[in-house]
């Protein structure tokens, strides 16, 4: 019985201790605001890689965008009109949907001169509500439908630029490295033996 109660004794005196071990430390200030942690899980969130859902809106957008830049003159109201022709040219390249769908931002690019590319992203971006209003009745089955902000790209820069790297490696042969590091590996050598 002794020692049933020396052992109880001595572990309510480690207990004790402990506690009035912690009671004696400082105790730690936590900063104003916590870091936002991403979900659980949730690797995408952590990369800033798109997530399926905000992939699928951002299709949905492009493509409805598509449609009703085409049809632009008579599907969004507007007071500006601006000439059908230059709104078929007018191409929607991409769409990306931030991660709580509010926000959309659609690159667009249109063929034609400066004029009509000045002229036709300045009729989008005056009348962006109109074609936020315009995905709504679109996407009746959505709960949100992001609002939409509009960036130009320049595709004929591209390919200008694709132009003239093609025009100075046209004399240049493929096998031939001149002033590179050459190993001396024949690796078509290994795709005879299959």
Known sequence: ?????????????????????????????????LPPRPAAGNRRAETGEATRRQARVAQQVRSELAVLIRDGATRVKSTARVDPAVLRATSVVDVTVSPDLRAATATVTTRGDAAQKREAFSWLVANAKGFRYAL???????????????????????????????????????????????????????????
Not at 9 to 22: E, P, T, W, Y
Not at 153 to 179: H, K, Q, W
């Open 136 to 194: 709504a009745q679109r996407l009746r089955h959505s709960k949100r439908v992001p609002e939409v902000t509009f960036r130009k790209a320049d595709v004929g820069g591209a390919v200008a630029l694709m132009r003239l790297i093609d025009e100075a490696n046209e004399g240049v042969d493929d096998d031939v490295i001149e002033g590179g590091l050459d190993f001396g590996l024949d690796l078509d050598e290994y795709d005879d033996e299959d």
């Open 1 to 33: 019985m002794q020692t049933a109660c020396t052992m109880m004794s001595r572990c309510m005196l480690v207990v004790v201790a402990v506690i009035g071990a912690a009671a004696l430390q400082p105790c730690r200030r936590l900063p104003a605001r």
